[in-house]
């Protein structure tokens, strides 16, 4: 638990928690190595809730865009947000719409962390011995 | 059977409320005499808004009248499609959540 305050200070709530027992399973320098690309590409609740009140404003769906739904973008832009729903349901939701999102970039990190820095190796990068 | 709980249980909300829309309009007659006004801007009589009748759109497709679907609003089937694209999506995160839930236990 100590870990997640020392490499990933900025995360709370949901996120915090999920993220720290993810780290359960990592080495020290798998967290680190994790923890400096998880920064890098999860994203910000607040930059959700803004970019979603555009949507009252004017352009509805930046905040699918932001999430990477390009799909659900578009279409939110050209029917004004499904008609002003989308936003308002996305509006009380963005947290976990940002969770979801920061979850799954999460979880595969994860997966991709401890493939590419095997505990006990002395050079991460390197192929492991054998095979 | 449990795991099929758990994987509905994990399913984000957003997924039941588009699958409740989308419910919600198979269920209405476009055709009739509206009964709800829940559009903001249909309340404040604006006329420009991009999205306006998509909703009756969907409802026409629901019924197989694809020409007045597409009449009323042309994104309707687009908007459907992407919308179940979506639900599909977020089911199958819950169903990789479960997954590897079981598998660390």
Not at chain 2, 30 to 37: D, K, Q
Request: some cysteine; charged content about 20%; aromatic content about 8%.
């Amino acid at each position: 638990m100590a870990r997640i305050l020392r490499y990933l200070p900025e995360l709370d709530g949901d996120e915090q928690i999920y993220v720290a027992q993810l780290f359960k399973d990592l080495t020290d320098e798998q967290a680190e190595y994790f923890s400096h690309v998880y920064r890098q590409h999860r994203k910000e609740a607040n930059i959700t809730l803004a970019t979603a009140l555009v949507g009252f404003l004017g352009i509805a769906g930046l905040h699918r865009f932001y999430m990477g739904h390009v799909g659900m973008g578009l279409l939110y832009i050209l029917t004004a947000g499904l008609c002003f729903i989308g936003t308002i349901v996305d509006l009380f939701r963005y947290r976990d719409l940002t969770f979801q999102y920061n979850r799954r970039k999460a979880d595969d990190l994860a997966v991709l962390v401890q493939q590419a820095l095997p505990p006990g190796e002395d050079k991460p990068g390197e192929l492991p011995p054998g095979e | 059977m449990a795991r099929v709980l758990t994987v509905l249980r994990q399913t984000s909300l957003e997924a039941y409320l588009w699958m409740g829309a989308l419910l919600v309009l198979a269920l209405t007659d476009p055709s009739a005499e509206r009964l709800l006004r829940i559009c903001p801007l249909d309340l404040l009589d604006v006329s420009w808004c991009p999205g306006c009748g998509l909703g009756r759109a969907i409802a026409h497709l629901f019924r197989g009248e694809v020409l007045l679907s597409f009449h009323m609003h042309p994104l309707a089937l687009p908007a459907v499609v992407i919308l179940s694209g979506r639900i599909v999506r977020l089911f199958a995160d819950a169903t990789q959540r479960t997954l590897s839930l079981n598998q660390s236990r």
